[in-house]
């Protein structure tokens, strides 16, 4: 018998609606014993069940995994690997020669609440976000073998720094199978990048940009381009493939500017024009972004919590009008934002008031959001993070 946890009165109507969490504050009763990661049932206060899922001791206390009553077996988790890998084929992500960095496995996206794993050029990363789902990780590295074959090289288990609670449990970053590799060069539309998963920021490389970067490609030719927060100069490699006649990558992290002007190489050689700066994104723009044509804005979320949206789209404001003041008249910015909790809606909003502010004449030529390998829950709107936006400045 599952331990069942009972809903207060009226807040079971997001479960009905298939959205995939519980909060501690809806839970009325819990009846049996529970600890963190065990799969528990839920019902609504009249006995009626709902859903089934991970439990945690947080504000999330439960991730659902099934709306009906099933097995959470081998094959319950086989099926659901299966899903994802046959999407990523069909969207040419999966055995792409072009392109060999991709997700596999996006959390509540995939309906694998609590789970991401990238694939870098044969190697599975993987980051457990739940205790429910980590405590599974052998059979899911046994079941991804069976699934995936020879396409995959070796499976790394980078979670210590993820898993919010971790029980009694000592998550370690270790590899799970196959070869102890800690870096490959990767191919995303032809271009190649150098990931080191191991030590880079996440799994070692923003996959959520691709289709984005090549987009850069397309407005770049004869541009001044500047990067910034640039990381390992996913941008700055399309501008120069798209024929920017300079690009500067500027970045906080000195072991990311060290890999974005790598990266410049081995796709451009060592006369790549191509500079590595590290800087505060803020003060390089101050101080230096008169001589732009092309800006891209991609920096890390701001909010991470409810709690500090008013200070996020206060940041979004206040990085956007500098931007908007440098940029040369006829220029182009690409400015992102990753928050989860920032709305597409605020997100522009920030953007009007500094463009308003700047006194800048600005058109929105696209709206860009995140690649079909980061797919949208239709019932987790909380799944949709990266906002763009990509505007002409008069
Ligand atoms: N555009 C990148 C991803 C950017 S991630 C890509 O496509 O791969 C955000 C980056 O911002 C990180 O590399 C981080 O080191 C950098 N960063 C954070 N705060 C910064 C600051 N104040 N100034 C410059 N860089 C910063």
Redesign the pocket.
């Known amino acids: 018998m599952r331990t069942k946890i009972v809903l207060r009165s009226g807040k079971d109507q997001s479960l009905r609606r298939y959205h995939p969490w519980v909060f501690s504050g809806a839970i009325k009763k819990i009846y049996g014993p529970l600890s963190e990661g065990d799969v528990v049932d839920v019902e609504d206060n009249k006995g009626e069940f709902l859903g089934m899922g991970h439990y945690a001791p947080g504000s999330i206390a439960i991730r659902i995994i099934s709306f009906s009553r099933v097995d959470a077996d081998r094959d319950f988790w086989k099926q659901r690997f299966v899903a994802a890998y046959l999407m990523r084929k069909e969207m040419k992500l999966a055995g792409n020669p072009e392109t060999n960095a991709w997700r596999l496995v996006y959390g509540e996206g995939d309906l694998l609440p609590g789970l991401i794993i990238d694939y870098y050029a044969g190697m599975l990363v993987m980051q457990f976000h739940s205790v429910g789902m980590y405590r599974q990780r052998e059979r899911f590295a046994e079941l991804l073998r069976e699934i995936m074959g020879d396409e995959i090289i070796g499976i790394y288990d980078k979670s210590a720094a993820t898993l919010p609670f971790k029980a009694d449990i000592k998550p370690r970053d270790e590899w799970l199978y196959g070869k102890k590799q800690k870096e490959a060069e990767v191919l995303e539309y032809g271009n190649h990048f150098l990931v080191n998963w191991t030590e880079g920021?996440k799994t070692g490389?923003?996959l959520d940009?691709r289709e984005n970067?090549k987009l850069i490609r397309r407005l770049s030719k004869g541009k001044e381009v500047l990067?910034?927060?640039?990381?390992?100069?996913?941008?700055s490699v399309y501008a120069l493939r798209g024929g920017a006649s300079h690009v500067d990558t500027?970045?906080?992290?000195r072991k990311?500017i060290d890999l974005s002007k790598i990266n410049a190489e081995i796709n451009f050689g060592k006369d790549a024009p191509h500079r590595g700066i590290v800087?505060?994104?803020?003060?390089?723009l101050e101080k230096s972004g008169n001589n732009y044509d092309l800006i891209?804005l991609?920096?890390?979320a701001f909010a991470k919590h409810n709690n500090v949206l008013p200070n996020a789209l206060q940041g979004y404001k206040r990085l956007n009008e500098k931007a908007f003041r440098k940029i040369r008249p006829g220029g182009i910015i690409m400015t992102?934002s990753?928050s989860q909790v920032v709305s597409r809606e605020n997100f522009r909003k920030s953007v009007f008031v500094a463009a308003a502010n700047a006194g800048r004449e600005v058109k929105i030529l696209f709206q860009l959001s995140q690649p079909p390998d980061h797919p949208v829950n239709i019932f987790h709107p909380e799944g949709e993070y990266l906002k763009g936006l990509v505007l002409r400045v008069g």
């Open positions: 920021q490389f923003f940009q970067r990067n910034l927060f640039g990381y390992t100069g996913g941008f500027v970045d906080s992290s990311a800087a505060d994104a803020f003060d390089y891209i991609d920096p890390p992102f990753c």
